[in-house]
């Protein structure tokens, strides 16, 4: 299906012969989308809330993202022209984003430096291998009483998108970063002009990471494809598709070491399951190992380890099947020391809700063999078809629903100041797991918030390997003034060490704002950064909680490359802190929150 549909898309740039035929996107609207966006669905944007999109942003999310299933019904003209209608705007080509960089935002010859992957680094999505999130002072090059004068030394717009991609890789003077359609870009550091940028197959939210040896950077993309770039020209090395299921993605960071790259594999199912017809649900979340030369995979291990089978049948009488889920939303922890793989997987999708699911697992990095589990919440069958009150769209919704308490966040390896080692993990529950790595029994668990779909800790946390810094985010379940909040617990023995209130509500009233704290924490000595779906970037101080800096990035910013682009709301991959400057993506339509196309860089006093 994904080749006709490419197929489709490359046949929409011939000129159309009979303009006459065009789709009207109304009556599209009205027959395929009306009934989600203007009804009661909390993850849907409304009517009015996708007037606020651009229609490269609609195109994405009907080629790539979130209703890619639904959009796969649909010729690459039907969704062009649906695109026009909501946003009340002529969209621009599928593949333009490159030709929107004007010609003066490349870097010159004469400003490349002569060793660019040479100087600080924070490389891939935790930071180090095991997922700490945690900035040395040397590397970070800023101190605690610098934070409060950073300002912005660059911008750069994301051309046709309205929602952040990655977490932005810095290597040297090297950044990289994926973008929502599937643009890769390596920017310079020091002034933002872009070194050289790739065209994926489809968005890109994995993390991309560098080789050791600083010729490759590794990344994933929506359709389960993994690339491999020579980091110094972008050009291709290889590229492989690691799940074929039609709802297969890789969200989280893949995870170089040792010449093999560990790709975590989820999915859309869950979102699909929202289709009355749909027969949900057959996707099992995996981890798969590939060579880093070749891309040839090495092993492959799913997380349910059981296949899914036919069930029952739904109230209209579409075959289910179980069981399903436990995508892996994230990148992995690794101990190579130790041969250990530590992942934390998602809820089921239907029923049966398998073991493995909303759990804590460990893996031989060797082999992919599963070496332990330890389920957090057992029972947890959910998918997007439960948010529906009543009507087809909740035919899916399993019976005795889970509260969708699985986790979206990397767990983390810490060894403490007597020796001794710890997993972390967090959960949307609101839950944070101290867990004996070696076994995978419960040393302790701490009630940080209350939890919820989008709610208790989301996408991750920080570690100085003495206290873990977590955000909390209660988006949908909380108002704006009392989502969010943020909590020191101690990585030993579990205890709250402060704790800091939700900030305050600034949202007036815009629409898709709340002050919520999905976004993943970042940390260095003294200082651990969390950004809000209220579009804020905040600095806590660590020993205490108190805010050093609040810095609004919802404003327009006039951009190193020439496009038009302005912050909106911040969740998913944190900021990234190297070489005396912070990195940062701001904008997440998605889920119905405020958009946003823009990557700051900011230095002391934006020098």
């Known amino acids: 299906m994904r080749r006709l549909i490419a197929l489709a898309l490359f046949a929409f740039v011939v000129p159309a012969v009979a303009a006459a035929q065009a789709p009207n996107g ?15 669905l909390p993850r849907m944007p409304s009517r009015e809330a996708l007037r606020g999109f651009t229609p490269e942003a609609v ?38 984003p490159l030709e929107a960089i004007a010609k003066t ?13 040479t100087g600080p680094s924070w490389n891939g999505w935790g930071g180090d291998l095991r997922n700490t999130r945690f900035q040395s002072a040397a590397a970070a090059g800023l ?4 934070v409060p004068k950073l300002k912005v030394k660059w911008a750069f717009g994301l051309p046709g998108v309205s929602a952040s991609g990655s977490q ?32 994926a197959d489809a968005g890109v939210r994995s993390t991309p990471v560098v080789d050791r040896g600083g010729s490759t950077v590794y990344f994933g993309d929506a359709h389960a494809n993994v690339y491999a770039l020579d980091v110094a020209s972008g050009k291709n090395k290889w590229k492989v598709q690691v799940d074929t299921h039609l709802d297969a993605m890789i969200t989280g960071g893949v995870v170089f070491n040792d010449g093999r790259v560990y790709v975590p594999v989820s999915s859309l199912e869950e979102g699909t399951a929202v289709i009355p017809t749909y027969e949900c649900c057959t996707f099992r979340g995996s981890i798969v190992a590939l060579d880093a030369r070749s891309g040839k995979q090495i092993w492959k291990t799913h997380t349910v380890s059981q296949a899914p089978q036919r069930t029952t049948k739904s109230a209209r009488g579409t075959q289910m099947w179980g069981p399903s889920g436990g995508s892996v939303w994230s990148a992995p922890a690794l101990d190579p020391e130790r041969n250990r793989m530590y992942v934390t997987t998602g809820d089921a999708y239907s029923n049966p809700a398998a073991a493995e699911t909303d759990a804590i697992m460990a893996l ?53 100041a007597d020796g001794k080692r710890m997993l972390l993990a967090g959960q949307k529950s609101g839950t944070l797991y101290g867990i004996n790595p070696d076994s995978g029994d419960i040393v302790w668990k701490t009630q940080a918030s209350e939890g919820g779909v989008l709610g208790g800790i989301e996408w991750g946390f920080a570690t100085d390997g003495s206290t873990a810094f977590v955000s909390l985010s209660n988006a949908f379940e909380k108002k704006p003034g009392e989502a969010g909040g943020f909590v020191a617990i101690n990585v030993a023995d579990g205890s709250k060490r402060w704790s800091a209130p939700a900030p305050r509500d600034t949202c007036a009233g815009r629409a898709g704002c709340t002050t919520g704290q999905p976004q993943a924490v970042s940390a260095m000595p003294g200082v651990a950064f969390s950004g809000s779906l209220d579009g804020h970037l905040r600095a806590y101080d660590t020993t205490g909680g108190k805010v050093l800096w609040d810095f609004s990035t919802l404003d327009e910013f006039e951009t190193v490359n020439g496009v038009q ?17 912070v990195f940062v993506s701001s904008g997440y339509s ?9 990557i700051l860089a900011l230095s002391v006093d934006g020098k």
Request: charged share 20%; proline share 4%.
């Open 565 to 581: 682009a302005r912050g909106g709301s911040m969740n998913g991959p944190g900021v990234t802190v190297a070489g005396g400057m």
């Open 143 to 146: 101190s605690a009483a610098d």
């Open 168 to 199: 932005i890789t810095v290597v040297g003077s090297r950044a990289i970063v994926g973008s929502r359609n599937g643009v890769v870009y390596a920017l310079d550091t020091r002034t933002g002009c872009v070194a050289w940028a790739f065209e």
């Open 105 to 117: 935002a490349f870097c010159s010859a004469a400003s490349a430096p002569k060793d660019p992957l």
């Open 364 to 416: 031989a990095m060797d082999s992919g063999k599963v070496l332990w589990v330890k389920q957090a919440l057992g029972g947890d069958a959910w998918n997007v078809g439960c948010l529906e009150a009543k009507g087809d769209g909740r035919a899916n919704c399993p019976d005795k629903a889970g509260p969708d308490h699985d986790f979206g966040s990397s767990s983390a390896l810490v060894t403490m």
């Open 59 to 96: 195109e994405t999310a009907l080629g790539s993202f979130s209703m890619r299933r639904q959009g796969a019904t649909l010729s690459p003209a039907d969704r062009r022209a649906v695109a026009a209608f909501v946003t009340g705007r002529a969209p621009g080509s599928y593949k333009a």
């Open 26 to 40: 109304e009556a599209i609207y009205k027959q395929k989308c009306a009934s989600c966006h203007e009804g009661s």
């Open 590 to 598: 998605s889920l119905g929150f405020m958009p946003g196309n823009v």
